[in-house]
């Protein structure tokens, strides 16, 4: 059984910083594409960062020069550094997993994977 437990989320100031963890088990972890999900307030989920088994990583325009994912294949665990965080940021985030190499631009669509964690919130005041 695929299961997805995230972690790391919590309270931060505009400016500040947070590393979400996602730590995956019940796959081979290299084989899968992975990625950040992220709910806001009033919105449907969106992609942030995701990869793919084939070392493509795609970030989403909010998401680029602030946010960096990535993996420790020995802890399989994945990471999402978020740095300069915004209000405009607060939500709900969650990793996903694929047990496939999706297509480069299908990567940041959720209705491509079929694992989920159970999400993590994120809040950042100004």
Same mark, same amino acid.
């Given at each position: 059984?695929?299961?997805?437990? #995230?972690?790391?989320?919590?309270?931060?100031?505009? &400016?500040?910083?947070? +590393?979400?963890?996602?730590?995956?088990?019940?796959?081979?972890?290299? !084989?899968?594409? =992975?990625?950040?999900? +992220?709910?806001? /307030? &009033?919105?449907?989920? #969106?992609? @942030?960062?995701?990869?793919?088994?084939?070392?493509?990583? @795609?970030?989403? !325009?909010?998401?680029?020069? +602030?946010?960096? @994912?990535?993996?420790? %294949?020995?802890? %399989?665990?994945?990471?999402?550094? =978020? %740095?300069?965080?915004? /209000? #405009?940021? !607060? &939500? =709900?985030?969650?990793?996903?997993?694929?047990? +496939?190499?999706?297509?480069?631009?299908? @990567?940041?669509?959720?209705?491509?994977? %079929?694992?989920?964690?159970? &999400?993590?919130?994120? !809040?950042?005041?100004?």
């Amino acid at each position: 059984e695929v299961q997805l437990v #995230e972690s790391g989320g919590g309270s931060a100031q505009a &400016g500040g910083a947070l +590393r979400l963890s996602c730590v995956a088990s019940g796959f081979s972890y290299g !084989t899968y594409s =992975m990625g950040w999900f +992220r709910q806001l /307030p &009033g919105k449907e989920r #969106e992609g @942030i960062a995701a990869f793919n088994s084939a070392g493509t990583t @795609i970030y989403a !325009t909010s998401a680029k020069g +602030r946010f960096t @994912i990535s993996q420790d %294949n020995a802890k %399989n665990t994945l990471y999402l550094q =978020m %740095n300069s965080l915004k /209000p #405009e940021d !607060t &939500g =709900m985030y969650y990793c996903a997993a694929e047990g +496939r190499s999706l297509a480069s631009w299908s @990567i940041l669509f959720q209705q491509y994977y %079929n694992y989920w964690g159970q &999400g993590t919130q994120v !809040t950042v005041s100004s």
